[in-house]
């Protein structure tokens, strides 16, 4: 067996040590930086917050444009909704627990007010059918009446009472919330739709003009065709327009149906209840900036 000189066993000894502190080194990351805590006043709501069935006029923005038909169809869609009909019966749940909260605090005040009437046996005891015997039957009646009145005042000294009542309140504050969101979402689709199918409505006009158009020149090159002013090319040329612009009428007219079937289930109507939608003037635009962007 050959031994390695006490140098040699070091060097060895020191390399191996080496080895360990990289590796041990190598499996040390660096620690992510701390997040930042939310302060808890960031993350409250609105103390007040509309609701459009509360007719506040900011909650009814849809009511600005002034048109009868979009008013109808946000109030019907407002009101089928199944999502908007859960979310109100929720917050009707959160006032309820508010109000529960509430009761807790204060003073409470209780009235009692009873009468018993027993019979009584001769050894001056009563027997299970006490309560059950005619008024007029013969023997010893004995009538206890009872009248009382009580007070209760809960006097909250750590708070855990307003903590359930605050508790509650952010409950139902979040419910309104949510409601508000709901709301705002079935109203800014059906305007999206009804502006939709009014900017349609437009579009149609305005092809039937072009089609008008194409359809007088049609008749111009015929006309000067059979003069001989003209070859059959100008001819088929604008026949082509007059068939585009039909085609385009053809496919706007489709896009105006599905419009109004989407529509139909947004206010939650049937084909027979779905109402008509007229044509109207689209309102107009904002040529300059706001004086503010925020």
């Known amino acids: 067996m050959m031994i390695l000189p006490f140098s040699a066993r070091l060097r060895g000894t020191l390399f191996t040590?080496?080895?360990?502190?990289?590796?041990?080194?190598?499996?040390?990351?660096?620690?992510?930086?701390?997040?930042?805590?939310?302060?808890?006043?960031?993350?409250?709501?609105?103390?007040?917050?509309?609701?459009?069935?509360?007719?506040?006029?900011?909650?009814?923005?849809?009511?600005?444009?002034d048109d009868p038909q979009l008013n109808m169809l946000i109030n019907r869609a407002l009101q089928n909704s199944p999502t908007m009909q859960a979310a109100r019966l929720r917050i009707s749940q959160s006032q309820s627990t508010v109000e529960l909260a509430r009761s807790a605090m204060?003073?409470?005040?209780?009235?009692?007010?009873?009468?018993?009437?027993?019979?009584?046996?001769?050894?001056?005891?009563?027997?299970?059918?006490?309560?059950?015997?005619?008024?007029?039957?013969?023997?010893?009646?004995?009538?206890?009446?009872?009248?009382g009145v009580g007070a209760q005042l809960n006097i909250d000294l750590w708070g855990a009472d307003r903590a359930r009542v605050a508790a509650a309140i952010g409950e139902k504050n979040a419910r309104l919330a949510e409601t508000a969101g709901i709301e705002?979402?079935?109203?800014?689709?059906?305007?999206?739709?009804?502006?939709?199918?009014q900017a349609t409505f437009q579009k149609i006009a305005l092809l039937q003009e072009l089609e008008g158009i194409a359809r007088f020149s049609v008749e111009a090159h015929e006309h000067r065709t059979r003069r001989g002013l003209e070859d059959s090319v100008d001819v088929?040329?604008?026949?082509?327009?007059?068939?585009?612009?039909?085609?385009?009428?053809?496919?706007?007219?489709?896009?105006?149906?599905?419009?109004?079937?989407?529509?139909?289930?947004?206010?939650?109507?049937?084909?027979?209840?779905?109402?008509?939608?007229?044509p109207v003037a689209l309102p107009a635009l904002q040529e300059t900036l706001p004086p503010s962007l925020s």
């Open 17 to 65: 040590l080496t080895l360990t502190l990289l590796s041990g080194c190598a499996l040390i990351q660096d620690e992510p930086a701390q997040v930042a805590i939310v302060n808890p006043q960031q993350a409250q709501l609105a103390q007040v917050i509309h609701l459009a069935n509360s007719d506040w006029p900011a909650a009814r923005w849809w009511e600005a444009y």
């Open 106 to 147: 204060g003073l409470q005040a209780t009235a009692v007010a009873a009468q018993n009437r027993l019979r009584i046996t001769d050894k001056s005891f009563s027997w299970p059918y006490s309560y059950s015997l005619p008024v007029d039957k013969n023997g010893p009646w004995y009538t206890l009446n009872t009248v």
């Open 184 to 197: 705002l979402d079935i109203a800014s689709s059906v305007a999206q739709l009804y502006f939709a199918m």
């Open 236 to 278: 088929a040329n604008a026949q082509a327009e007059q068939l585009a612009a039909r085609q385009q009428i053809i496919s706007a007219e489709g896009m105006l149906t599905q419009y109004r079937e989407t529509l139909r289930a947004l206010i939650g109507a049937d084909a027979q209840s779905m109402p008509a939608i007229h």
